[in-house]
């Protein structure tokens, strides 16, 4: 099996954000269309005009809808016990769905839906390394970057059957296993402006929900962006320590929340003297 290399005070990595991710597919055709030429290509096609199309992407993304939460309903306070710790004085007997400040007032969100693009995390410990039988499967010990070396590769899937988050993709073409390599062949390339040495996926972003960066240096706009946004990785309990982060989307208002009126614009005078002749002439006209 593979070992991994030291710990890397660089992280290289994404942060998404699903606030203003809008599910317009950019990204996985930039990078389709980048890395179909690059470091990891081809990234072949099955039958992609027929039935049942197949085929390699790096970065997909999936849209669910995610329904109202109202914490109304017993789903939301299993046993009627204070879960959410809003029990106090008086009140010690109501539940946190009964208590005299409700969490329907506080926290209620309206239904949404939610895109979440889906690509490698390039996780600080992952498990598609350590199962490679053959070390085609590797992390860069200078950038933390997880690649894989298709010459070594035998296409035994172990990564991906390793791997909790889907992001291995096998080429049935090939026979070999590949996956987003945060386009090393863009961000290094000292033949490109500085300010298209960014992976594909994050050039192509019409809404800026994609960031890169070193997610290692907490003084990078990528890490406090994190820090300011209260970023998350995926599935923290299982260890693998992922290094893209995720920005949750923000509180949304419900359509039929109260609202507080606008306040009237001031009324502008309108000095007729100061007008040209046609239009003092109109005003006089629309005036009558």
Not at 102 to 115: C, D, G, I, K, N
Not at 271 to 285: I, K, S, T, Y
Request: aromatic letters at 6%; a negative charge; charged letters at 20%.
């Amino acid at each position: 099996m593979t070992a991994l290399p030291p710990p890397s005070k660089v992280k290289m990595g994404l942060v998404i954000d699903l606030d203003t991710c809008v599910g317009c597919h950019a990204c996985a055709v930039s990078c389709k269309e980048w890395n179909a030429g690059g470091f990891a290509a081809p990234l072949t096609d099955e039958q992609p005009y027929g039935k049942d199309p197949t085929g390699v992407w790096f970065n997909r993304v999936h849209s669910y809808e995610v329904a109202a939460t109202d914490f109304t309903t017993p789903a939301f306070d299993p046993g009627g016990h204070d879960a959410l710790g809003l029990r106090g004085g008086a009140s010690a007997t109501a539940t946190a769905c009964s208590s005299t400040n409700s969490l329907a007032s506080e926290a209620a969100q309206p239904a949404m839906t939610l895109h979440f693009p889906r690509s490698c995390l390039h996780c600080e410990e992952p498990a598609c390394v350590t199962v490679c039988p053959t070390g085609a499967s590797y992390k860069r010990a200078a950038d933390g970057i997880v690649l894989v070396d298709e010459a070594k590769c035998i296409g035994c899937k172990l990564c991906s059957w390793a791997c909790p988050y889907g992001a291995r993709e096998y080429s049935h073409v090939e026979g070999v296993m590949k996956k987003c390599t945060l386009c090393i062949d863009r961000i290094y390339n000292e033949h490109l402006d500085e300010s298209e040495r960014q992976p594909a996926c994050v050039q192509a972003c019409p809404t800026k929900a994609r960031h890169f960066g070193d997610l290692g240096d907490p003084e990078s706009k990528v890490s406090q962006l994190v820090a300011a946004r209260g970023g998350v990785d995926l599935m923290p309990q299982l260890g693998y320590k992922p290094v893209n982060q995720y920005l949750p989307p923000r509180p949304r208002r419900a359509g039929n929340a109260p609202t507080e009126a606008a306040p009237a614009a001031p009324a502008e005078a309108l000095d007729p003297a100061a007008l040209p002749p046609l239009m003092r002439w109109l005003d006089r006209v629309l005036s009558r």
